[in-house]
């Protein structure tokens, strides 16, 4: 032992009694970097089979770790000899251990948790290989060994489950469910095939998939039949912010469409343009009474005489059904009213064309969009889910491998 033993190792943070630095340190090259390289010894004091002290040393085996460092452009190398040693009791070889390091391994362990802690972090792997002095293959296989801890479990499934797509690699729809209450991922699967979800589901107990009671999920046409393949006990739920949006556009597009029709520069043709956002606003929130200069159309009016004199372009009130169609709806939800949604539903006033398209889907659905007044629960937490992977996305730079993707969101997850 060397008087600076104490010194490096309190420096680099290495615990291990059995590892000796020596005052042999220098900078070396390597790839163009000037490396700091300490020299170490890892000794063996007993035999590990049977804990004899009567060995005999019978050189090292030398590998060079890679170790952390503050500075990234200065990597710091441990060069540590292993002593290999010959027990005289039991006659077995072997060579000394530390938890510094794995056998075979020229990364040291603190190095991979740092790459772990990181991969939690919204960056893109180059850089997190770039700050640990590591190659991306690195990275991605630090990332691979921790994907163990994902196995999930084919006995027990959550009771309210919600079903989603994103667009992720190569610009392709996946297929996502997660617990609609404690919101953690449950399953990502690379494509939304009916197939390939009853395939995931059929591997999970009999027992488990009649326990779950409720899926949430979008007005997607297959999905409400993967789920009374697979779940004979669960509701199916529609999303509720996902009903108020199809209302929207379909009252949008008839909007838009009107407008067509007028002169640019007229009075109406501004009113239905300028003003689009009170349209989707709820009515008993516009404002009623102090009238506001408007400077497109150069007139003082309020909110309330805007719409009205917006919806009143179209003569033949079809506009102003639909309006009224996407008005009453998001009120009746808003009260869980379930009699007004089947009055708006089976109503005879004609109303556009994408607005009749929607109603009818709602119609088909039928029980799925009451569960979704009726039940509290909404796909909320996917759409806050589905900003983060496009994070992750963004940062990796469009993740190429959906593998690699599915990995880092569930790091992130935990
Ligand atoms: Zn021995």
């Not at 590998?63 to 540590?80: D, E, F, G, H, M």
């Not at 209450?181 to 589901?201: A, G, T």
């Not at 509290?376 to 759409?383: A, F, I």
Request: overall charge positive.
């Amino acid at each position: 032992m060397t008087s600076n033993n104490n010194f490096i190792k309190f420096m680099l943070d290495v615990k291990d009694k059995n590892i000796l630095f020596s005052d042999d340190y220098f900078y070396k090259f390597i790839k163009g970097k000037k490396a700091k390289v300490f020299n170490a010894e890892l000794i063996q004091p007993a035999c590990p089979h049977c804990g004899s002290v009567d060995i005999k040393h019978n050189g090292h085996y030398i590998s060079n770790i890679r170790y952390i460092t503050a500075n990234a452009s200065q990597p710091v190398i441990i060069r540590l000899s292993k002593q290999r040693v010959l027990c005289n009791d039991c006659g077995e070889r072997s060579m000394a251990k530390s938890d510094l390091i794995n056998k075979y391994c020229c990364i040291s362990n603190i190095s991979k948790r740092k790459i772990i802690s990181a991969l939690t972090e919204d960056r893109s792997m180059t850089s997190i290989a770039r700050e640990h002095n590591v190659s991306v293959n690195t990275v991605q296989r630090v990332l691979a060994s921790c994907s163990h801890n994902f196995h999930s479990d084919w006995d027990s499934l959550p009771k309210h489950l919600a079903f989603d797509e994103f667009r992720g690699v190569g610009r392709k729809l996946h297929f996502i469910c997660i617990d609609g209450e404690k919101h953690k991922v449950i399953k990502i699967i690379q494509n939304r095939f009916k197939k390939s979800i009853l395939k995931y589901f059929g591997k999970y107990s009999p027992q488990a998939r009649e326990s779950v009671e409720t899926v949430t999920m979008d007005l997607n046409c297959y999905y409400p039949d993967a789920v009374r393949a697979c779940f004979p006990n669960a509701k199916v739920v529609i999303d509720r912010f996902h009903m108020i949006q199809m209302l929207n556009r379909s009252f949008n597009s008839l909007r838009v469409s009107v407008m067509r029709q007028l002169d640019r520069t007229s009075r109406q043709y501004k009113l239905l343009k300028g003003y689009w956002k009170l349209y989707l606003m709820r009515y008993d929130k516009l404002e009623k009474t102090k009238p506001k200069y408007q400077w497109r159309i150069k007139d003082s009016l309020t909110q309330e005489q805007i719409v009205n004199e917006g919806l009143d372009v179209d003569d033949n009130g079809v506009l102003r059904n639909t309006y009224e169609a996407m008005q009453n709806f998001s009120q009746a939800m808003q009260k869980h009213d379930v009699q007004a949604i089947k009055e708006i539903i089976y109503s005879k006033n004609i109303v556009g064309k994408q607005m009749h398209t929607t109603l009818l889907t709602f119609k088909r659905n039928y029980r799925g969009v009451i569960n979704g007044i009726d039940l509290e629960y909404s796909n909320g937490c996917l759409e806050g889910l589905n900003r983060k992977i496009k994070q992750i996305e963004r940062t990796a730079f469009g993740c190429r491998n959906f593998v690699n993707l599915l990995k880092r969101i569930h790091l992130e997850e935990n």
